[in-house]
């Protein structure tokens, strides 16, 4: 295989190189023979190689979209008049009167200079439009008068008899050598405008100029090694120059001239690609007679049809209604008019079904050929999502609860419903850009919108009660749920208000409860008269025996007797005691009360009897709370929870009592838990009722006084229980309204 490879390279290299080392054996055996010989060969050779750059560029300029390669040939035609004039004006060569090796040197060092800056000054015409106009006539213009130059004798000397170059000429050959090298750095930065191959030969050209240079700043005499070496770097850059420009626009013109239509295939290759791997169908059809002429592969994939079914086809095949001729040219006379149009329509598919489409349809006109291109895309998914946001939309309006979407920064109303403008009297224009302060009662304080948006930050939805203002002026009760709506982000963009007026409801509930009081009145006085009548009878019984046996009953079943009568006193006594503190606090002092100090005071009360009981108290307070509440009735309603939880001990563990504190919204929580007995499911819903009692001794108004103690102070208690496991006690009482100042 290797030795395969060597033989084709060899045959299709072989040949040109052996030439090559021909005539560089060739040319050095003349300069051996006669400088000037040698010398009028390789300038003469470049100067035709200048004209034949010249003309390839210029006569391949319309194909050409890199203006490098054409103002480099418009160059070289300056360039090559100037080498000429250097052969010409050489010693040796009578063309010129009194021909000498300066005038020789300032026409070779203005050809370099003119070259090494046009290298430079292409490189801005890579992607720009050049005028080759002016760039002919200026490069005449400078041709002209660097000619002028040497010829009058104002151009500076570059050459003297037995001293070699001047400091001009050296100096300008470094500067030469320095622009060649810029030109070189730029152009690789440039190489993705070329042609690997022209960009190599055109960077070799450069690169042997440069040498050439190098080489010419170190030789003193004409025809010493110095020149001859670089005549040869010239003669290579000439070479390449050759290659770059004429082989590669003459003998493979496709690199050169046809580069542009390769780049063209390349990207309309990649724009077929696209189109193919597109979601959306592309098709193109006849504007006469809607015949497709060519499709995508999701236009196959959408209908179904196969692509050789689908260009056997008109596109009025594929619509679901029937389109006559008056329609599609009507339609096709629309298009044409305003140059693109945009539909809804529905499609069939091969199978007889029907989907929704949106069509974007261009006209078209190519090469005097009129077309229409249509890009068709399914919007199924998008017309159900349609569907659904109005069937929600429709709920929204028809619901009987007021929904209210605010701006989650600045709260203005976005949306309300109808429910909305019923229940607050305010009309749609009324309520939007305003915020929901507009129907602020002033029944809530700072402190208590400030817990709501805890609650919205903390828990993510916020539950509650809230006292608003008609358009009338009449307050109404409403239950609220806020809940956020965020974006794909995460970030909160608006608030959803869902209100609902419960004002009628608590009307009724109020009736109830005056129903329920007068029921429980009934049964305070069964109560009464059962408690109280039964040690009255006691007694009766017992003074009805004294009074018939009294002289005969011994002193000790008397005093026995009397012990007896002193006890039921005793309980009517107690009776009448709590019936006493059912009316307790019955007007109350309620203020700002520091639940901190509160409770050390109370705690102070009740620790040093429950340490003695063997129970264990356990504190948690939030920092800071305050409470609206009458601190005498308070303290009276927590001795009677407290006093509870420890009678309800349970055999076989310690009593454990734990009370926690805890601020939510506009309310402070106050929960005592314990781990005693429990009470049992079906005597929980009698625990409120008076006289009822789970106690042994007990009076059955201790809840009973606790939960109308709450009501005055605008409060409720909650109570759950399970049996072996303890039973909390949960009190909510309104916040303290200098909380946070």
């Keep these: 295989m290797g030795r395969s490879s060597y033989q084709h390279t060899l045959s299709k290299y072989g040949p040109s190189a052996l030439k090559v080392v021909l005539v560089l054996c060739g040319l050095y055996a003349s300069s051996r023979y006669s400088f000037l010989l040698f010398h009028n060969l390789v300038e003469l050779t ?51 009167p009194a021909p000498d090796a300066d005038r020789s040197m300032q026409f070779w060092i203005a050809y370099r200079y003119m070259l090494s800056i046009s290298f430079l000054l292409a490189l801005l015409f890579i992607k720009r439009q050049l005028h080759t106009g002016l760039t002919i006539g200026a490069y005449g213009l400078f041709t002209f008068l660097l000619v002028h130059g040497v010829v009058t004798g104002w151009f500076p000397h570059c050459y003297k008899e037995g001293a070699g170059m001047t400091l001009f000429m050296i100096n300008s050959e470094f500067a030469i050598a320095a622009l060649l090298l810029v030109a070189l750095v730029l152009l690789y930065r440039a190489r993705d405008a070329f042609e690997r191959s022209v960009h ?33 770097f010239e003669l290579l850059a000439t070479y390449l120059i050759y290659r770059a420009v004429v082989v590669t626009g003459v003998v493979d013109p496709s690199s050169l001239l046809f580069r542009s239509l ?140 007021a929904v209210v979407i605010t701006d989650s920064a600045s709260g203005s109303i976005q949306y309300v419903n109808p429910a909305f403008e019923l229940i607050t009297g305010y009309t749609r224009e009324e309520a939007l850009g305003r915020t929901l302060h507009f129907l602020d009662s002033g029944k809530h304080d700072v402190d208590y919108y400030a817990g709501l948006r805890d609650a919205l930050a903390r828990d993510g939805v916020w539950n509650g009660k809230l006292v608003n203002r008609k358009k009338n002026g009449n307050l ?87 012990a007896r009568m002193t006890e039921q006193i005793g309980r009517v006594e107690y009776i009448l005691r709590s019936l006493k503190s059912y009316n307790l606090y019955e007007t109350q002092d309620l203020q700002n009360v520091d639940i901190g100090s509160f409770m050390e005071n109370f705690l102070s009360l009740v620790r040093d009897d429950f340490e003695k009981k063997g129970i264990a108290l356990e504190t948690a307070l939030d920092p800071g709370v305050t409470v609206n509440a009458d601190p005498r009735a308070l303290q009276q309603v927590l001795l009677n929870i407290f006093t509870n939880a420890a009678d309800a001990v349970n055999i076989g563990r310690r009593l454990k009592i734990t009370m926690t504190v805890t601020r939510s919204g506009g309310a402070v929580r106050v929960r005592v838990q314990d781990n005693g007995m429990g009470i049992p ?54 916040g303290g309204t200098d909380e946070g100042s």
């Excluded at 190519?366 to 929600?392: C, F, G, N, P």
């Excluded at 408690?531 to 008397?558: Q, Y």
Aim: charged letters at 20%; proline letters at 2%.
């Design 46 to 96: 470049t100067a035709l190689v200048a004209l034949l750059v010249f003309v390839l560029a210029w006569n391949t300029r319309h194909v050409q979209d890199n203006g490098y390669l054409l103002f480099i040939g418009i160059a070289f035609l300056s360039s090559g008049i100037l080498i000429l004039a250097h052969s010409l004006a050489f010693t040796g060569i009578s063309i010129f």
């Design 200 to 232: 190599l030969l055109v960077s070799g050209s450069i690169a042997a100029s440069l040498l050439s240079a190098l080489a010419y700043t170190q030789y003193v005499s004409v025809a010493g090694h110095e020149s001859l070496a670089g005549h040869f």
């Design 476 to 562: 109404y009760f409403e239950e609220c749920t806020v809940s956020p709506v965020k974006n794909r982000n995460g970030e909160i963009i608006n608030y959803v208000y869902l209100k609902r007026d419960v004002s009628e409801k608590l009307r009724l509930e109020s009736i109830a409860e005056s129903v329920s009081t007068l029921d429980n009145i009934g049964s305070v006085f069964a109560g009464v008269r059962h408690e109280i009548g039964n040690p009255v009878n006691s007694i009766n019984m017992i003074l009805g025996i004294l009074r018939a046996k009294l002289d005969t009953l011994p002193s000790e079943t008397v005093r026995d007797y009397l």
């Design 681 to 734: 499911p079906e005597k929980m819903k009698d625990i409120f009722k008076p006289f009822y009692t789970t106690k042994p001794h007990g009076t059955g108004l201790g809840l009973v006084i606790v939960k109308k103690m709450l009501a005055r102070m605008n409060g409720t208690i909650g109570i759950e229980s399970k049996v072996d496991v303890g039973t909390v006690v949960d009190i909510v009482i309104p």
């Design 262 to 401: 390769k780049q063209s295939e390349e990207r309309l290759s990649l724009f077929v690609d696209l189109i193919n791997q597109s979601s959306d169908a592309f098709y193109v059809a006849d504007p006469g007679s809607s015949a497709i002429l060519e499709l995508n592969d999701a236009a196959c994939a959408s209908t179904g049809y196969s692509r050789n079914e689908l260009l056997k086809m008109k596109v009025t095949d594929l619509a679901e209604r029937q389109v006559n001729i008056d329609h599609w040219t009507e339609h096709v006379a629309a298009v044409r008019k305003k140059g693109f149009l945009l539909v809804e329509d529905r499609m069939k598919r091969r199978d007889g079904s029907a989907f929704p489409v949106e069509v974007g349809v261009k006209y078209l006109v190519h090469e005097k050929q009129d077309y229409l291109v249509a890009v068709i895309r399914d919007i199924s998914e998008r017309k159900q999502a349609e569907e659904e946001h109005a069937r929600l939309a429709s709920a929204v309006e028809a619901t009987v609860e």
